[in-house]
């Protein structure tokens, strides 16, 4: 007999990185966070390519294949656009004051206002 376990949603790392509570990195193993994302990733670079996470594992609408000129590009990655990284940021601004962006809340506040999310 055999026990099958799954790992929980709020431990998905896509899901950890977009509460500001878990970083991803990139192809050079540089680490990034929510907050560091969205002050230093410039809005042409989106979206960003999270690999060895497949839609399924991914919760939410946040989950879809990527297609990069008319091909998928993978079928174990997710794209994440600047927008809901935005939105994101917002959602934990609401409701906890945002204190998980930190050191950027301040720059990533005055990102929020130009893009129409406070006023």
Not at 79 to 92: C, G, I, K, N
Not at 104 to 119: C, H, Q, S, V
Request: cysteine-free.
């Amino acid at each position: 007999m055999t026990t099958s376990l799954r790992i929980p949603g709020y431990e998905n790392p896509v899901w950890r990185f977009l509460q500001g509570r878990g970083e991803l990195t990139d192809s050079e193993g540089r680490a990034t966070s929510l907050g560091e994302a969205i002050v230093h990733i410039r809005p042409e670079d989106y979206p960003l390519i999270i690999e060895g996470q497949t839609p399924t594992e991914v919760p939410g609408p946040l989950a879809h294949w990527v297609i990069l000129d008319d091909k998928f590009l993978s079928i174990d990655a997710v794209s994440l656009t600047r927008e809901q990284l935005l939105s994101a940021a917002y959602q934990l601004i609401e409701g906890d004051g945002g204190n998980r962006l930190e050191p950027n809340l301040n720059k990533i506040k005055e990102i929020l206002k130009t893009a129409g999310y406070l006023a």
